[in-house]
Antibody, heavy 123, light 107 residues
Framework: EVQLVESGGGLVQPGGSLRLSCAASGFTVSSNYMSWVRQAPGKGLEWVSVIYSGGSTYYADSVKGRFTISRDNSKNTLYLQMNSLRPEDTAVYYC?????????????????WGQGTTVTVSS | DIQMTQSPSSLSASVGDRVTITCRTSQSISSYLNWYQQKPGKAPKLLIYAASSLQSGVPSRFSGSGSGTDFTLTISSLQPEDFATYYCQQTYSNPWTFGQGTTVEIK
């Protein structure tokens, strides 16, 4: 079964760090684009980051320079290292697989999602 | 960055109604537009990709159209399980961005 399971969320003080993990089963993380999306309480979805199968990484402006996306191929796991955390980073963080859904064009969609892990940044 | 604007922000509709949600982008994105459905406390679900292609397993009452900067998600006959929040997303260029969401409520 294709599945993503996030972990690592919790309560952290402003300025602190946290590393989120996303364990995949049923497919290979390194062969896919993988993304993080977050949702602040009562708010909409905010795209955070993506790592391409080739290793290129991209970030939302709101997290650039503070967050780092990575993967461990041996563990088939995606990570999000979050540093210099701010109260506005409080959210449910989802990992998702971004699949190429067309054989000709590079149409990608987030077709598999984890259940989410909650990060709270507060003193 | 590409800005996404959805309208309306919310709407009330009855079972059986035809519902249309619009997404406008700040620059042309060809057809690199996805639609998601999210129910409270749940992860989003991909409905439509490439502006008009139905994701596997999604009911045919959902359809998408548009290209360039203007896109539409249509639910042809609203069902009880369709009351949710809908988001558009562009994957034309990084950073990928989402619209602010449209909540479909029961009238």
């Amino acid at each position: 079964e294709v599945q993503l399971v996030e972990s690592g969320g919790g309560l952290v003080q402003p300025g602190g760090s946290l590393r989120l993990s996303c364990a995949a089963s049923g497919f290979t993380v390194s062969s896919n684009y993988m993304s993080w999306v977050r949702q602040a309480p009562g708010k909409g979805l905010e795209w955070v980051s993506v790592i391409y199968s080739g290793g290129s990484t991209y970030y939302a402006d709101s997290v650039k320079g503070r967050f780092t996306i990575s993967r461990d191929n041996s563990k088939n796991t995606l990570y999000l290292q979050m540093n210099s955390l701010r109260p506005e980073d409080t959210a449910v963080y989802y990992c998702a697989r971004a699949s190429r859904l067309d054989n000709y064009y590079y149409y990608y969609g987030l077709d598999v999602w984890g259940q989410g892990t909650t990060v709270t940044v507060s003193s | 960055d590409i800005q996404m604007t959805q309208s309306p922000s919310s709407l009330s509709a009855s079972v059986g109604d035809r519902v249309t949600i619009t997404c406008r982008t700040s620059q042309s994105i060809s057809s690199y537009l996805n639609w998601y459905q999210q129910k409270p406390g749940k992860a989003p679900k991909l409905l439509i990709y490439a502006a008009s292609s139905l994701q596997s397993g999604v009911p045919s009452r959902f359809s998408g159209s548009g290209s360039g900067t203007d896109f539409t998600l249509t639910i042809s006959s609203l069902q009880p399980e369709d009351f949710a929040t809908y988001y558009c997303q562009q994957t034309y260029s990084n950073p990928w961005t989402f619209g602010q969401g449209t909540t479909v409520e029961i009238k």
